[in-house]
């Protein structure tokens, strides 16, 4: 490309005004790119109206569906200095489905031009916490993410900035660091807008990818943390006792108060170079205290309501995780994923406590667990198909509906075309 675009240069007469103007455009924009992926699928659920984790609910009365599950286009730009490190980067980035367009990527970063470690972000971005959170869903090998990651990190993104320090240069003796602080609005865009004056700190350090050993073998690890929180408009709040009770509390002080988003994690990615391909093995934990609703343990993207009033909050604590093998088979072409992955919003309570008279629990303390699986055929570097099967168990309890486990076990066959 490269070559072809120095032809189209030399072919250029730059005596004329069109030729000054050709070249002046070609520098410009010498650092523009533009890149896209789109992911139609097919998907079979075992039960009616299931798969909320697994792209969307399927409509009621359905158990199978055609889909675009994403399609991306990105917009990235960046300015550098004479020393040809850069100084500025500017990023865009749609998401169009046959439910409609929405923003996803919408920021600017800013780099230190003198000792090239330092960096500014602003805007909508990835929230630096967590490995699965900001792996892009073009490079993932699993069609979704972890029912963790969506319900603590609904649509990933959230409105803020970030100070990070990474060197860029190998010779520098923390290069092998990054760090990342960051203030953002806490509802991402599962909502609007900020309806509180609280924001979520988060902060991220983490170790990049480093051989361990003369085989190249290599290791990379991190740790997250997110204080954050909800203002509270109601006096109504649900607190867990130690007897396994939510416990009302309708005081005036509530008011005004913030309750807790506190969020503790761990994650580690190794791998194996193989003749061709690698073993990979990834894992990350998260626990700490959710603030949700009753009936939903998600972050509220809008201030909870029911009918014209206030809706309580409740607070919970939790953890999750997930674990996975990737292993190529004998050719880069061909790849075998494994997921296990949990997720218990209530560690307090379990199983047939969960429903019982007076206890006030819901259907948003299930413990979840899915045990994941699928094939990976790369065509090139624009194609890849990916079959995937998603077994789910929920825990029984003495709910309705939920004393066994529930038929939402889901099928996936994708395509994803990418330039």
Known sequence: MSVRAQFLMDMIDTSTSL?????????????????????PQFQWSTGKGMGVYQG?????????????????????????????????????QFDGTERGVNIRDFWGRFFDGKWDVMSLTMGMFARPFGFEINYSSGDREAPERGRMSQILMKTERDLGAMVSFAPRQKSHPLSFLEVDLGVFNGQGLAGPEDYDSHKDLIARVAMKPTAINQQQWLLSAGASILY????????????????????????????GVIAPRHYYGGDAQFLIPNVKGATQFRAEYIRGTQTGTRDHSETPGEIPMIAEAYAPLAIRQFDGAYFNFLQHLGSEKHQLVLKYDWYDPNTQVSGKQIGKDGLNLTIA???????????????NEHMKATLWFDRIWNESTSLEGYTDDVDDNVFTCRLQYRF
């Open 365 to 379: 303390d299930i413990r979840y667990d899915t045990f994941g699986a699928g094939y990976v055929y790369y065509f």
């Open 228 to 255: 954050g929180g909800l203002e509270q408009f109601t006096p109504v709040i649900y607190r867990m006792q130690h007897s396994g009770q939510f416990l009302k509390d309708s005081s005036d002080a509530n008011v």
């Open 19 to 39: 030729g000054k103007g050709m070249i002046s455009i070609y520098k410009n924009f010498d650092h523009l790119r533009i890149s896209g992926y789109m992911q």
């Open 56 to 92: 969307g609910d399927f409509p009621k009365q359905s158990d199978n569906r055609f889909m675009f599950r994403r399609g991306r286009i990105r917009f990235d730009y960046e300015h550098y200095n004479k020393q040809n490190l850069p100084t500025m980067q500017f990023v865009f």
